[in-house]
């Protein structure tokens, strides 16, 4: 989606939140994949998934506009739900049902959910040194976690990751580099 799509649709979602189910479509699977390579179970990352888009949907009316993309937003909501979780180890996300019932949220339906799994740990058994490198990462500090996963596994640029970490760009830097230091230290 091109910047000046989300600003107008940051627009109307305020004038019309069930609007907000298209920023849900589109940014759902990316902010599900790196929070579910971060923690590294399914169940847990659709639990802090739909904690973090609740939360986004909550506060999207005090969103302002400073030419951040959305993305960005969801990725900084994602990325602190998955700080909640490392740090309590036993997360207890908010409930849908709320949001369900005022009928601005569609309920899940179980069949996607169960493809959704099977597809996603498929995928993942399909490449072990994938998974190698994860749990490896795992073990790291949560900083150098979250910046190594969004250099490496979401893809995102010095710039993205200051943004989406609310860092300054030499900071990220100096986290990637010590980052990936000791994880060549590791393997």
């Known amino acids: 989606m091109h910047i000046s799509e989300?600003?107008?649709?940051?627009?109307e979602i305020k004038k019309e939140p069930s609007k907000f189910s298209v920023i849900f479509d589109e940014y759902y699977a990316a902010i599900f994949g790196y929070i579910f390579r971060?923690?590294?179970d399914y169940n847990v990352a659709r639990d802090i998934a739909s904690e973090s888009f609740l939360k986004a949907f909550l506060n999207i009316a005090s969103y302002k506009w400073r030419g951040i993309p959305v993305s960005s937003w969801l990725y900084r909501i994602a990325s602190n739900e998955c700080l909640l979780y490392f740090r309590k180890k036993k997360y207890q996300p908010g409930s849908l049902d709320k949001m369900i019932s005022s009928r601005l949220w569609d309920a899940v339906?179980?069949?996607?959910?169960?493809?959704e799994k099977s597809s996603v740990e498929k995928e993942l058994q399909q490449?072990?040194?994938?998974?190698?490198?994860q749990q490896k990462i795992m073990q790291l500090p949560v900083p150098y976690q979250e910046v190594l996963s969004l250099r490496y596994f979401e893809e995102k640029d010095i710039k993205q990751i200051a943004m989406i970490l609310d860092k300054k760009e030499g900071t990220i830097k100096s986290l990637l580099s010590r980052g990936i230091e000791k994880l060549r230290n590791m393997l």
Do not use: N, S, W, Y
Request: charged share 35%; proline share 4%; no cysteine.
């Open 38 to 40: 971060r923690v590294g």
């Open 6 to 11: 989300e600003r107008k649709l940051l627009e």
């Open 109 to 115: 339906d179980p069949a996607t959910t169960l493809e």
């Open 127 to 133: 490449h072990q040194e994938f998974i190698a490198v």
